[in-house]
């Protein structure tokens, strides 16, 4: 089934990926949602918060639909005004977040429907998603606003699980944090499409090893976050506790 047969309504989603942790894989999650997404016919509003603008450089090398916007220099002041502007032609925003502690945090949080963390196998990142958490629980506790949120395990070896994978799993477990089903593998392709642009369905099979399975995992991520975050559930965005 196509993702886009799943959707029902009419509202647009905002998802946001937040880590506090630089290097965390964050912004290939976000370059793999946009693109399949976009590969299944949604209209796809990247609002790109990153410094290093990462996702705006590989746009620019890019021709991978007129259904993918990216608006590049989003800031505190003024991302409200980004989702507004956008809002008539776009089937899901989604929001690269600095990899810091910025006011803008806080601020994209509250207009998001769902907050993606990504962590690799380690404590480093571990401690940059706690962060995120942290803010979550914040905002839940103290004004009422529950965000849904989850985390995605990214660069995740194919072959082997780490121990270090292992205890960032179990430390999830014993918050209860909510983990996807599918991880983001590691993979050559997800590390070339930065450098070529275009998108894993525009890639070249006979030049990337694996490329096949690179565009399954990235097709399950997407359907994974679609059952998740419907567009037709956008009207119960920032849901306030009674």
């Known amino acids: 089934m196509r993702l886009q047969d799943a959707l029902l309504g009419t ?18 999650a976000v ?15 990247v609002l790109d918060a990153d410094p290093q603008q990462w996702i705006t ?8 639909s007129d259904r993918l916007t990216v608006v590049p220099y989003v800031n505190a002041s003024t ?3 980004n989702i507004a502007d956008a809002r008539p032609t776009t089937d899901y925003f989604i929001v690269d977040l600095p990899g810091a502690r910025t006011s803008l945090l806080a ?16 404590a480093m990142d571990a401690q940059g998603g706690a962060n995120v958490l942290e803010l979550l629980q ?21 072959m082997v699980t780490t121990r270090a994978l292992l205890a960032v799993k179990g430390l999830l477990a014993q918050r209860n944090v909510d983990v996807l089903n599918i991880p983001i593998v590691e993979r050559a392709a997800f590390r070339d499409v930065f450098d070529c642009g275009g998108s894993l369905h525009t890639m070249d099979e006979t030049q990337v090893s694996n490329l096949d399975k690179a565009r399954e995992n990235a097709r399950l991520f997407a359907e994974e976050m679609v059952r998740r975050v419907p567009v ?3 009207a119960s965005r920032r849901r306030r506790a009674a």
């Open 31 to 45: 370059l793999l949602l946009a693109t399949e997404l976009v590969q299944q016919g949604f209209r796809v509003t």
């Open 232 to 234: 037709k559930r956008a």
């Open 79 to 81: 991302i409200e005004r």
């Open 57 to 64: 450089r590989w746009h620019k090398l890019s021709a991978v």
């Open 138 to 158: 914040y905002l839940e506790r103290r004004a009422n606003i529950r965000v849904p949120h989850s985390v995605v395990l990214t660069r995740v070896n194919p």
């Open 107 to 122: 601020t994209a949080i509250g207009l998001s429907d769902h907050v993606l963390i990504p962590i690799q196998g380690c």
């Open 11 to 28: 509202k647009m989603p905002v998802i946001t990926f937040a880590n506090t942790k630089g290097g965390a894989g964050k912004t290939t």
